[in-house]
């Protein structure tokens, strides 16, 4: 089992719409976790950190739910360039700062 | 600021031939590492060093080896390469743990015939 477990979609969606991404992690002793955007043939890029009470930033939202090892990821009033492939990602807090990435979860948006 | 950067973008190889791909960070960071991603995979941890001199195997690493040339450095060679190690490349590097984020380069496309 993947430490870090994603629902692959593909989320296709209108402009305008909200959509919630979820995901799970299977170790207790995880620490960080992080959304990462990757564009299609690009390298992936930080999206946000998620902080231990849930972090906003602009139409994104991230939620961390450590009794159940969930992450949630919302985005409201999608764009046409949210369109991306989202991963999930969760740090041990080990010093080798390794770190362990989703699958990733394909998002469409269209006009 | 150039970030992390790699070479080459593209490789054409054939089985059996060897080749090294180049990644450097000037981000002054301790932890890099080398990843593949291959479609539907998602991201799959190839080798890493956590500091200077150090290497630790991830989680696919036969059929690679990795050098942690200084600080800014760090390489991936395929000794012989497989058909099966056609993938895109993605080196990284971290100041630390924690809420540090990870940088990456642009990626190298291999392919192997």
């Known amino acids: 089992r993947k430490e870090v477990e994603q629902d692959p979609g593909p989320f296709n969606v209108p402009e305008g719409a909200t959509v919630a991404f979820n995901c799970t992690y299977s170790?207790?002793?995880?620490?960080?976790f992080f959304w990462y955007r990757q564009d299609c043939r690009k390298e992936p890029k930080l999206l946000m950190s998620?902080?231990?009470s849930g972090n906003e930033d602009g139409r994104f939202t991230a939620q961390l739910n450590r009794a159940s090892q969930y992450i949630s990821l919302l985005i409201r009033d999608s764009k046409l360039s949210d369109s991306a492939t989202y991963l999930c990602?969760?740090?041990?807090?080990?010093?080798?700062?390794?770190?362990?990435f989703g699958r990733g979860t394909q998002l469409t948006v269209w006009p | 600021n150039a970030g992390v950067t790699q070479t080459p973008k593209f490789q054409v190889l054939k089985t059996g031939q060897s080749m090294t791909l180049q990644c450097a960070q000037d981000?002054?960071?301790?932890?890099m590492y080398w990843y593949r991603q291959d479609p539907g995979m998602g991201l799959r941890l190839i080798y890493y060093?956590?500091?200077?001199?150090?290497?630790d195997k991830g989680e696919v690493p036969n059929g690679y080896n990795v050098s942690r040339l200084n600080k800014r450095e760090f390489s991936l060679r395929l000794e012989s390469a497989a058909p099966s190690q056609t993938s895109v490349y993605f080196c990284?590097?971290?100041?630390?743990?924690?809420?540090?984020?990870?940088?990456f380069g642009p990626g190298t496309r291999l392919t192997v015939t």
């Open positions: 990284a590097s971290r100041p630390g743990q924690g809420l540090y984020e990870q940088y």
């Open positions: 170790n207790s002793a995880s620490q960080s």
């Open positions: 998620v902080y231990s």
């Open positions: 990602v969760s740090d041990r807090g080990s010093t080798l700062g390794r770190l362990y």
């Open positions: 981000m002054n960071h301790n932890s």
């Open positions: 060093s956590a500091s200077e001199g150090t290497t």
